[in-house]
């Protein structure tokens, strides 16, 4: 399990992280989705160990992660651009890999890599970004660490890679003790491999959830209320993050009990009712919309 | 919570990254040491007819340059360092390299351990085929590989030395560029403000002594400068004879070598402190301390607008202008120092307040110095507070020696001169204060002269001051009235006939008493005869002193007609030899010095102590202060000393000259 308690990272002014406090369950897929700048890859780098929090600290699995390789071992890194020696080749790369990390699996580094089409013996230098991104990944899955942090993984990568990276998560974290962190903002990715989520907006940490939970908990609803006083009525009987109303077709994003929703709109005879599914986009839109990051704000 | 992972490995993997520099080290040392063994051992192979003169020329091979080996061990250093840390610049390689399972210090350590094998392999891989070489032509000895062993123990020593001094400025910066300068500045800052000093000294402070020659007073300053200035004076220190280095040679100082291995370690640790709490974050920043900006800004800038005065007044001789350029050239630096910190020419002004500290504070030196605020000029202690005093003039530090002492400094002479006749030195300090920085008053005739203090709380100070002649030369002949005082400002009375290995005058007519006096010999006086170029420069405003002490009716009141008369005798026969501007070459036989020697220092003893310091020429002499060991001496002589002339004019007549 990963603590985050109480984190503050500041870079000079800016204050980056402020007071963050999560908790990263094993073996769930964790998707840390946040505003640009929201403090995601800063995250990450604390909870490597790379950067040390002005105040507060992480464990993993109790162990505090600050200059301290026991925890390290527990833990891979992949930064948004990887950092590849000169002249490297992917095998050369394995092998730094596996004198750094003790569990590293060679030989799985190459089965994958032949699946992958990567030629171990070509300089890296050569590769392109994408091919790049999946030497970094292979590395990561294959040091065998409880725990892989992922910085945008997944840009650069090709659709059928994109897929080949998410089973590859998928198929480690059924087969053994592991749990992806995974920073991006791209929505649609998280949304499609990770269980859990947590939302990050100017350095704090806005809420971090199961994703079904999420989803059930906030309901995207468009209706047609046959008189105005009572879509008012029902607009402050429901906790609403957002609303918008073109001609007589009201679109409401709240949060609450299903059952309870429905109920309070019947109440009022719609016209027409029905509840939609919702995005994780459109969660993220209404989340981050609640503390102020308003679309409508930065359009002029 | 040690890390499972093994150093040695960790090293080892170090070691791959680094391996190019490794390759590039081995090609330059093979280029440097067995390929010129090989060329030069069998180039000379047929001048070499013996085995012992094998040995010797291969020693030479083998012991390799001991300046230019440094010189590469040093800057091996800087490269190596600045490769194996190079990651700090990038946020991407630091990513990497934080977020492995090892601490920093052992990351640290992997990586220094790295860059010494990379220094060390290929110059023991170069060394042993030296000896390859060298065993081919039966050139090899146990002793030379023993030379072979210090010498790399040296090399190490200077690499790691200037390795850590580099790490220091890595660790202190964010930027390769910013490091560079650090580098820079960690070598030249002391030096560059030495020069800053000397150069204010010059122009401000007219009284010091100490000053004027500064690479021979501040060598140990320097020494001690930066850890590449430290290595090469240690390395001059040690020296190389015979091409031999180390245990057959000359061995380095163990108190120097105890130093060295100090400062290694000191600079080690420090930047081993300094990685650590380095935060990672810093890579790509100018200064990897925030906190240092200011500090290192206001260190550079000030240094930086002093320089800019002093170039103002020697440019145009003005104040005004060195003010103006204290506050242009304060600013610029305060603001070129922001555009590194910041690389955004839009923030140069950013932190203005540095500029206007900069500012103010240059100006206060400048100011303090061209005001003498501290009073250092005008310093007079008063006469119920000291306990002896010392004066001399620039004469003195020219002219005498003392046996067996090497050149004496300013300083070294107002020691020894030191007298508790404090009444009669004070009145020239006090003339000195009084005359200060005008060169002359009115019409009068001047002298340089340096004074000691010495008061009775132990404290010494030392002046140098421009006083009236007159005053000098009378305070001059009360010192030296008191024979034990005459002693010391003319060393040449302590002589003993033993001392002297040889005695030899180059004699102008006109040092000639009789002849000179009696305008016979039709030899215009000529001031260019006289060795007059050889004078220190003082001497210059005295010149005219000399005509009326040379006449043998001023000098030569007190001696016996008997003398006289044999003088005159003895001038008469080689008066025909002395004629036109010829000088009359002398060697005294060595059966004569004691008697030369005598005479002279009659002489000294009875003239007065002005015809002694306005002497135009020099008697020249030859000291013998140990075995095979000498020293040569030139002390005043012209006609007024009739004692010496006499003499020498006599050993002159018997030689047939």
């Known amino acids: ?300 | 919570m040690t890390s499972r992972i093994s150093f040695s490995k960790l090293v080892r993997m170090e070691f791959r990254q680094q391996i190019w520099l490794a390759a590039l080290q081995g090609l330059l040392y093979t280029l440097l040491l067995p390929f010129p063994a090989l060329l030069g051992m069998s180039s000379e192979l047929g001048t070499m007819a013996n085995r012992g003169d094998r040995i010797d020329h291969f020693i030479w091979w083998a012991s390799f340059s001991r300046d230019m080996g440094g010189l590469l061990a040093l800057a091996a250093g800087v490269i190596c360092a600045l490769c194996a840390f190079a990651y700090l610049y990038s946020q991407t390689k630091v990513d990497l390299y934080h977020s492995l399972p090892v601490k920093r210090g052992q990351l640290f350590g992997a990586k220094y351990a790295a860059s010494v094998l990379t220094f060390v392999l290929p110059f023991v891989a170069a060394q042993l085929l030296v000896l390859v070489v060298g065993l081919g032509y039966n050139g090899v000895t146990g002793a030379m590989a023993m030379e072979m062993a210090v010498l790399l123990v040296q090399q190490i020593l200077f690499f790691l030395c200037s390795y850590s001094a580099v790490l220091v400025a890595v660790m202190l910066t964010g930027k390769l560029l910013t490091t560079i300068c650090a580098v820079l500045v960690f070598f030249g800052y002391v030096p560059l403000f030495l020069l800053l000093a000397q150069a204010f000294a010059d122009e401000f402070l007219y009284t010091a002594v100490g000053f004027s020659n500064m690479w021979s007073l501040n060598k140990a300053t320097l020494k001690y400068s930066s850890p590449w200035a430290f290595c090469i004076f240690w390395g001059q220190g040690s020296g190389i004879e015979n091409g031999r280095v180390g245990l057959t040679g000359s061995l380095p100082s163990v108190a120097g070598l105890c130093q060295l291995v100090a400062l290694i370690v000191l600079l080690s640790l420090l930047s081993l402190a300094l990685y650590r709490r380095r935060r990672s974050e810093v890579a790509g920043e100018a200064l990897a301390f925030r906190k240092l900006e200011p500090v290192i800004k206001i260190l550079l800038a000030l240094p930086a607008a002093l320089i800019a005065a002093i170039v103002a007044l020697e440019t145009f001789e003005s104040s005004v202008w060195a003010v103006v350029f204290i506050l242009l050239f304060g600013a610029l630096a305060c603001m070129l120092m922001e555009f590194i910190y910041r690389w955004d020419i839009r923030q140069s002004l950013h932190h203005w307040q540095h500029i206007l500290f900069t500012a103010v504070a240059a100006l206060a030196i400048f100011l303090g110095f061209r005001f003498d605020v501290f009073g250092y000029n005008s310093y007079l202690p008063d006469q119920d507070e000291l306990q002896g005093m010392a004066v001399n003039s620039a004469w003195m530090g020219n002219r005498a020696i003392l046996p067996g002492k090497e050149t004496m400094s300013n300083q070294e002479w107002l020691d020894y001169l030191e007298t508790d006749q404090v009444d009669i030195v004070y009145g020239l300090a006090e003339n000195g204060v009084e005359i200060g920085d005008e060169g002359c008053l009115d019409d009068t005739i001047v002298k340089k002269i340096y004074v000691k203090y010495h008061l009775k709380n132990g404290k010494e100070v030392y002046r140098y001051y421009t006083v009236d002649e007159e005053l000098y030369f009378d305070a001059m002949e009360k010192l030296c009235q008191d024979m034990e005082c005459r002693e010391k400002y003319l060393p040449v009375l302590q002589y003993t006939e033993d001392m002297v290995y040889r005695i030899y005058k180059t004699l102008y007519p006109n040092e000639i008493p009789v002849l000179y006096s009696s305008g016979d010999t039709g030899v215009e006086e000529d001031e260019s005869n006289t060795g007059e170029s050889e004078l220190p420069e003082t001497e210059d405003e005295t010149s005219t002193e000399n005509d009326t002490e040379t006449g043998i009716g001023t000098s030569g009141e007190g001696d016996s007609g008997t003398f006289m008369e044999n003088l005159v005798d003895t001038v008469m026969t080689v008066s025909g030899r002395l004629t036109g501007d010829a000088p009359l070459e002398i060697e005294v036989p060595r059966e004569r010095i004691g008697e030369v020697l005598s005479a002279y220092q009659k002489d000294l003893r009875e003239l007065p102590y002005r015809t002694i310091e306005n002497a135009g020429s020099y008697l020249e002499m030859t000291l013998l202060v140990g075995h095979n060991t000498f020293q040569w001496s030139s002390s005043p002589l012209d006609g007024s000393f009739t004692n010496t002339i006499g003499l020498l004019l006599e050993i002159a007549t018997e030689s047939g000259l």
């Open chain 1, 1 to 300: 399990m990963i603590r985050v308690e109480g984190v503050t990272q500041k870079f000079d002014d800016i204050v980056a992280l402020d007071q963050v406090n999560a908790t990263i369950n094993e073996r769930c897929i964790f998707g840390l989705v946040g505003t640009n700048g929201a403090g995601k890859s800063t995250l990450l780098r604390v909870m490597s160990g790379i950067l040390k929090p002005d105040a507060g600290q992480v464990k993993i699995d109790e162990l505090p992660v600050w200059e301290n390789p026991q925890a390290k071992e527990r833990i891979c890194f992949l930064p948004d651009t990887a950092y590849f020696f000169p002249n490297a080749t992917a095998a050369t790369m394995r092998d730094y890999y596996r004198v750094l990390y003790p569990k590293f699996n060679a030989d799985r580094f190459d089965e994958l890599a032949e699946q992958f089409g990567l030629d171990l013996r070509r300089k890296l230098s050569t590769f392109s970004k994408g091919m790049k991104k999946q030497v970094s990944v292979l590395l990561g899955i294959c040091a065998n660490t409880e725990y892989l942090f992922c910085d945008e993984t997944f840009d650069g990568l090709d659709p059928v890679m994109r897929q080949a990276v998410k089973s590859l998560f998928a198929a480690e974290t059924l087969n053994r003790e592991f749990t992806p962190v995974i920073a991006s903002h791209s929505l649609r990715e998280i949304e499609d491999i990770c269980d859990h989520i947590g939302l990050l907006h100017r350095g704090g940490i806005l809420f971090a959830k199961d994703l079904d939970e999420m989803k059930l908990g906030i309901h995207k609803i468009q209706c047609v209320i046959p008189e105005p006083a009572w879509e008012e009525e029902l607009l402050s009987e429901l906790e609403v993050l957002q609303h918008d109303k073109r001609g007589s077709l009201l679109t409401v994003i709240v949060r609450g009990d299903y059952e309870e929703i429905q109920s309070k709109i019947q109440e009022k005879q719609p016209l027409f009712s029905e509840i939609l599914p919702l995005t994780l986009e459109e969660i993220f839109i209404s989340e981050t919309e609640v503390v102020g990051y308003d679309v409508k704000n930065l359009i002029f």
